[in-house]
């Protein structure tokens, strides 16, 4: 008698670029499902260790026109709705977020969707509800619009290496032993670990009484946000924080403070901030029935957090969602350029590992003194400046941030291209290029780094001849610093004892994730 093979179910997965969507994805893959991700930009997708599996499938799609995204997820039992934006302001970022919601809807039923799964915000509803809140439950209002039953789970604060929230908090915990603070630090708030979101978003599937309920998803405890900063500042050894909530600073102001002093952005700090004055706690207990949890507490959340962040463990960040700046157009206007080659006898293998150590921790080789300063100047006028760092140590994917620089170009051993997103009176591009070293030269690698900048206006013009003498010592350097490490053999020896990165093996790795 033969046996009757399962088919594994599809289940169409949005924002798998994002935070959350990345870490579900590979686990939706270990518990049996195939996934097909619908991607902005599938370059993105390009280094994830899960992205080879072959019953993953990468779809290209901006959800500007229904009934071509219907017929793309055609085919899907479930789908994840993991997309919304917080980089806009006011009325503007709500519009779109429920124009694309509503888009998304409407495709979903012409392909026979059997189920939406929303990850949305927790959080009473009210007149003082905040924009961010407010948003959240106009998206999933506006995936109920067509019919297709939707799960959606509510979650407060997520903590886990790399997330906002968590990067928020440590940042301000570190860099502060002295808060004058607003006077949401007094509101209570129910944090919950990455580990427990991405368990619930996976079991809801195999759980079909969960199908058009709204669930509200949480960690044990209930604790303000001052309480919250004591534990992250005992999990990080520190001493005690002096914290002083006072009532005159308005979210504007919060949210400057916010930027100023960690590495988020000014309208995303807003956004968090905003939630933050409403109290967001679970008010019931129907997520432990239908999907029993010993969830994690926040100071193991945060311990768990912390350890993966020190150890370069990070396997999504904030920083890599939302959508890439597209090429300046550059024979629009003039291109300044500044190029420069360096011969290394060394393996382009080794080479491109070197040059793609800059930023973060490593810093950039040469001159560093002078990248803090302009990440300063630059922090002073609102941009990211350095607090931004970089997700891992030594690799690097599309779309993610260094410093104040994106990913924008990425070929293997070959290239790597960098954008500002600095304040600048222009565009501003810096580019390796690796290419076999003339015979002549008795070298491996020949190594070509090239600054392009296109200036806006006069202030353009002046900014690149302001910068211009001090190209010498940074670029240079850089070289000479890249050529060093390659020749080494320090990063042969990193990539050969590099772990290789693996999907969790059972649901135990899901319990134990940060």
């Not at 100071?299 to 890439?324: D, F, K, L």
């Not at 070959?414 to 500002?420: G, I, N, V």
Request: with cysteine; proline share 6%.
């Amino acid at each position: 008698m033969s046996k009757t093979v399962r088919v594994p179910e599809r289940v169409l997965l949005t924002g798998a670029t994002g935070y959350v969507g990345g870490r579900l994805a590979p686990r939706l893959l270990e518990q049996g499902y195939e996934v097909v991700c619908l991607v902005r930009e599938p370059r993105k997708l390009a280094e994830r260790p899960w992205r080879d599996d072959p019953r993953v499938t990468i779809v290209a799609d901006d959800l500007s026109d229904p009934a071509a995204t219907a017929e793309k997820i055609r085919g899907c039992r479930h789908a994840y709705y993991l997309i919304h934006s917080m980089g806009g302001r006011g009325d503007d970022y709500r519009a779109k977020d429920r124009r694309l919601a509503e888009d998304f809807a409407q495709a979903a039923a012409a392909a026979d969707i059997q189920r939406i799964v929303y990850l949305g915000g927790l959080g009473e509803m009210g007149d003082g509800l905040s924009e961010h809140l407010t948003s959240r439950r106009e998206v999933e209002h506006a995936l109920r619009a067509t019919g297709v039953p939707v799960t959606a789970l509510r979650a407060a604060m997520i903590i886990g290496s790399g997330s906002a929230s968590f990067e928020i908090l440590r940042y301000l915990v570190e860099r502060l032993p002295v808060m004058i603070t607003p006077k949401w630090v007094k509101t209570e708030c129910q944090p919950v670990a990455i580990a427990d979101v991405l368990h619930w978003l996976v079991t809801c599937l195999a759980t079909p009484e969960t199908t058009g309920r709204t669930l509200e998803i949480g960690g044990p405890d209930v604790l303000t946000y001052r309480e919250l900063m004591q534990v992250a500042a005992e999990e990080l050894q520190l001493n005690r924080r002096v914290i002083m909530p006072v009532p005159v600073l308005t979210p504007r102001l919060s949210s400057a403070w916010i930027s100023l002093v960690t590495p988020v952005d000014f309208r995303l700090a807003r956004a968090l901030a905003e939630g933050l004055k409403n109290r967001v706690v679970v008010t019931n207990d129907a997520t432990q029935k239908l999907m029993p949890r010993d969830a994690l507490g926040v100071r193991e959340s945060i311990r768990r957090a912390i350890a993966r962040t020190h150890g370069g463990q990070v396997e999504t960040r904030w920083s890599a969602a939302g959508p890439i700046p597209g090429d300046p157009d550059w024979a629009g206007g003039r291109v300044f350029t500044d190029r420069r080659t360096c011969d290394i006898d060394a393996p382009a293998a080794d080479v491109f590992a070197a040059v793609c150590r800059v930023g973060g921790g490593h810093g950039w080789y040469a001159a560093d003194v002078l990248w803090r300063i302009r990440g300063w100047m630059d922090q002073a006028v609102g941009g990211p400046g350095l607090r931004r760092g970089r997700r891992h140590p030594e690799l690097v994917e599309f779309g993610e941030a260094l410093d104040f620089w994106r990913v924008v170009g990425l070929q293997r051993n070959k290239s790597l291209r960098l954008r500002a997103e600095m304040k600048l009176p222009g565009v501003a591009r810096l580019e390796f290029e690796l290419e076999p070293a003339p015979a002549e030269t008795q070298a491996q690698t020949r190594l070509t780094m090239t600054a392009r900048f296109a200036p806006r206006g006069l202030a353009g013009i002046a900014y690149w001849y302001a910068v211009l003498p001090f190209h010498a010592v940074v670029f240079n350097g850089m070289l000479k610093g890249i050529r060093r490490a390659a020749e080494s053999g320090e990063m042969t020896e990193s990539t050969e004892t590099r772990p290789a990165a693996a999907p969790p093996a059972s649901d135990h790795a899901l319990a134990s994730h940060s």
